[in-house]
């Protein structure tokens, strides 16, 4: 039981490239989530998806776009980065949105923008 | 528009001794809390919850109490050990809705 992976750990772009980020998680969950933490501040959602094939914007989800084609994988895109996208980006699944339902959280991916 | 706060960036506490961390927040709307704690280069893990109907919830050496009329809520840590040293944040959050939100977290580190 791996719960939730993401991919890469650790990448450095140029200003105006694009990527993806990979969130896979093996336990089910509906609930799909992807933040993003900035020094000094909480975590920040971005974007999240209520399951396979939906998916909803978040706090800050300007430059972002994402995809959920599986209910396992959520799927995080900058379609052109900027220094400001510079952050540590955490995928997070859920069972559900009734209370107390924790999130579970991936490693994280180290996203330098130059 | 901040909703939850955690004043105190950093906390430094002995081993053996209580380690106390304070949550502000201002939207009554909120019927759960819970406590996520984070490792450097690793992703939150979940802590402990509290729900609105209680004032304490305790797990070990973790307890949660929650004054809802002063919309605080605190985490202590008894006794503290330096596996705890760590970022902890609290996460408030309404049933029913996809939104957690997280406080800025407070660093505790427990000295051996």
């Known amino acids: 039981n791996a719960g939730v992976t993401q991919t890469p750990k650790f990448r450095v772009l140029k200003t105006g490239q694009s990527m993806t980020l990979l969130c896979a998680q093996d336990m089910n969950h509906e609930y799909m989530y992807w933040y993003r933490q900035d020094p000094g501040m909480g975590l920040r959602l971005i974007h999240y998806s209520v399951g396979e094939g939906t998916t909803a914007k978040g706090e800050v989800p300007d430059g972002y776009n994402v995809s959920r084609l599986k209910k396992q994988n959520f799927l995080l895109g900058l379609e052109s980065a900027a220094p400001s996208q510079t952050s540590v980006y955490f995928c997070a699944s859920s069972l559900g949105l009734a209370g107390g339902n924790e999130q579970f959280f991936g490693p994280g991916t180290r996203l330098t923008v130059l | ?57 305790e797990d070990g050496r973790f307890t949660v109490f929650l004054n809802k009329s002063a919309k605080h809520l605190s985490l202590h840590i008894v006794p503290s050990q330096p596996g705890d040293s760590a970022v902890y944040f609290c996460a408030p959050y309404t049933s029913g809705t996809y939104k957690y939100i997280f406080g800025t977290g407070t660093r505790l580190k427990v000295l051996a």
């Open chain 2, 1 to 57: 528009d901040q909703q939850v706060k955690q004043n105190s960036p950093s906390l430094s506490v002995q081993e053996g001794r209580i380690s106390i961390l304070n949550c502000d927040y201002t939207n009554s709307m909120f019927d759960y809390f819970l406590w996520y704690k984070k490792y450097p280069a690793e992703g939150p893990t979940f802590l402990i919850s509290i729900s609105s109907i209680k004032d304490k919830n």
